[in-house]
């Protein structure tokens, strides 16, 4: 088996406050391997964001990694000094974030800051780094490239900046993106040209993607499989068509019934009642038990693992025909 460019094992990520410790990730596991397109999605609150922040190495104390493992292309790198996930980041792994402007000094012209991150990571000099530069911003669609080249932020659209981040995120080759919510503040059409960069990104290259984002229509167009994550753990992952047209988690099937279709069928949406807990409060057994309409007894006490049923994994105690047996499987 060819090994995955990204294996996370056991994640558990904490926040420290005066009052308690509070557990954002808990007990998190996947696999994203070569060309791969991963669509991590849920509500607010729910640990998407973190965990794409723990991969590389951006948990700022009071938080911390409390246990758990990431390989990167089978080298771990969560015990690595800040120095060397500095290296590794941008080089082996880029950022795509939500708001591009949080990723690009309004003081400098975008080819310089692309300039610097290329010869940062890659041995070029100033011409051939410049060169390599516009290629990119041809590369993700912005118009006459040699000439935008030396513009500054706040001279692009919001679709436009995204872009240039997407140029950043790329210009070193990196074997994984991360992508947090980076249609989010676009427009549907520029939305699907984003998505279609990022698909081209696994397609040409075969850079594994980490797709965060609490939009359904974008993980169904643009991933492979898809993690439905709730309360700091995974619900659910699978092929993505498995996942949005079967699926077996209380929550997931929540989303999926969440969302409107074209067909007009006369039905109402469903709805999940209350809200995700707050970390401080969070209940015993699953966590989605005081929302769920199927909880019975054990689930208000046992924590369910993810077990393999099919070709999804479901953390839910309504699929564990035998819960003394050691077969459970993790989520890979």
Do not use: W
Not at 59 to 67: C, E, F, N, Y
Not at 147 to 159: L, T, V
Not at 248 to 257: E, I, S, V
Request: net charge neutral; glycine share 10%; hydrophobic share 40%.
């Amino acid at each position: 088996m060819t090994v995955p460019v990204l294996s996370v094992r056991n994640l558990e990520v904490e926040f420290l406050t005066r009052r308690s410790t509070l557990r954002a990730i808990n007990g998190v596991s996947f696999d994203i391997a070569k060309g791969e397109v991963l669509g991590v999605v849920g509500e607010s609150g729910a640990g998407k964001s973190v965990t794409g922040l723990a991969v590389i190495g951006l948990i700022d104390p009071p938080g911390r990694i409390a246990g758990g493992e990431i390989y990167l292309s089978g080298t771990r790198i969560d015990h690595l000094p800040p120095e060397e996930i500095r290296r590794i980041r941008g080089k082996r792994i880029g950022m795509i974030f939500q708001d591009p402007l949080t990723s690009l000094n309004p003081l400098y012209r975008i080819g310089d800051q692309i300039v610097e991150t290329i010869r940062t990571h890659l041995n070029l000099s100033e011409t051939a780094a410049r060169k390599r530069a516009i290629d990119l911003l041809a590369e993700v669609g912005i118009p006459a490239p040699e000439k935008r080249i030396d513009a500054y932020p706040h001279e692009f659209s919001g679709g436009m900046r995204q872009r240039v981040v997407i140029a950043l995120a790329i210009c070193a080759e990196p074997e994984l993106i991360i992508a947090d919510e980076p249609t989010t503040a676009l427009d549907v059409s520029v939305q699907a040209q984003i998505i279609s960069l990022i698909k081209r990104l696994g397609r040409d290259y075969g850079t594994a993607v980490m797709l965060v984002t609490h939009d359904m229509g974008v993980i169904a167009e643009t991933s492979d499989r898809v993690a439905v994550m709730y309360s700091g753990r995974i619900a659910e992952i699978g092929p993505v068509q498995d996942v949005v047209q079967n699926p077996l988690h209380p929550y997931a099937k929540g989303l999926m019934g969440a969302i409107p279709t074209l067909a007009g069928e006369d039905k109402r949406l469903v709805q999940i009642p209350g809200s995700m807990p707050r970390l401080s409060a969070i209940p015993p057994g699953c966590s989605f038990n005081p929302r769920c309409a199927f909880a019975f007894d054990r689930c208000r006490v046992d924590r369910p693992e993810p077990l393999k049923h099919g070709s999804h994994a479901v953390a839910c105690h309504l699929f564990d025909t035998a819960p003394g047996e050691a077969a459970k499987e993790t989520a890979a």
